[in-house]
């Protein structure tokens, strides 16, 4: 096994407020050899992000860096809801006129958060729902984004609501219960605005489009996309409030 150096290219509308340089521990707690440095530089056409990884050769270290920064960023896309994605390639296409800036607290605390996550039993789900969250952010295909969306909001609550007679008969009751558990009863839901029917409907979709149980067409697409932005605010919302009860601080 040796050192290598990956480089990869953060796509998306933040800017590092300075040139960051840090060492932080990858999932494994067990000595130096888990240890990365980071290398953060933003320049006149984006992000460039240097890892050091130590593994047996070139391809295995470009995907355990790939896996590694992308924990990261499931965990920064929460943190500053800005849409952001890897790449190995730079992207001279895409600029952004307006930008979030991010500290080097910000950035630190996304690389812990992700490993202290992924190594907690009991909380390691939220970072799944991260997960889905920022692809749902980057899909073009509106029917993916849709999905991961959904998906986001299901993982968490069917990791953690409350068990009961109710919630045992599926995963519409569980999303009730833990909608509940954040935001009180259904007239106090934010964005949905007391439309008791929220859940279901949306799940309804969510079937339709996995099991593929509806023609696709225009009006159908319509009608998803007149969804997915409430849908989009939910799940972040959701997310943050959520995180706050598991006492994972995302600030």
């Not at 909380?123 to 984004?145: F, H, I, P, Q, V």
């Not at 979709?205 to 998803?224: C, K, L």
Request: proline share 2%; hydrophobic share 40%.
């Amino acid at each position: 096994m040796r050192i290598y150096e990956v480089q990869f290219y953060i796509d998306g509308p933040i800017k590092f407020e300075n040139n960051i340089n840090f060492q932080t521990t990858k999932e494994l707690d067990l000595g130096r050899v888990f240890d990365s440095e980071i290398n953060i530089r933003t320049t006149q056409r984006g992000n460039v992000i240097y890892a050091t990884v130590f593994t047996n050769d070139i391809d295995r270290a470009e995907k355990v860096a790939a896996l590694f920064i992308g924990k990261m960023l499931d965990v920064l896309t929460v943190i500053t809801n800005c849409k952001l994605d890897i790449s190995l390639f730079e992207n001279r296409q895409i600029t952004h006129n307006i930008r979030t800036i991010v500290n080097v607290n910000e950035i630190q605390q996304a690389f812990e958060l992700a490993r202290v996550l992924n190594l907690d039993p009991e909380r390691s789900k939220m970072l799944r729902a991260y997960s889905w969250y920022r692809k749902g952010l980057n899909s073009e295909n509106t029917l993916d984004k849709f999905l991961a969306f959904w998906n986001s909001i299901s993982v968490v609550s069917d990791a953690f609501c409350e068990e009961n007679e109710r919630t045992r008969n599926g995963i519409i009751n569980k999303i009730w219960n833990c909608f509940i558990q954040v935001w009180g009863q259904c007239p106090n839901w934010p964005i949905i605005n007391g439309n008791e029917n929220w859940v279901n409907v949306h799940n309804a979709i969510r079937n339709q489009i996995a099991h593929g149980g509806v023609t696709v067409d225009i009006e159908y697409v319509n009608n998803i996309l007149d969804k997915i932005t409430d849908l989009e605010k939910v799940n972040f919302k959701f997310l943050k409030d959520f995180s706050q009860r598991l006492d994972i601080q995302l600030r």
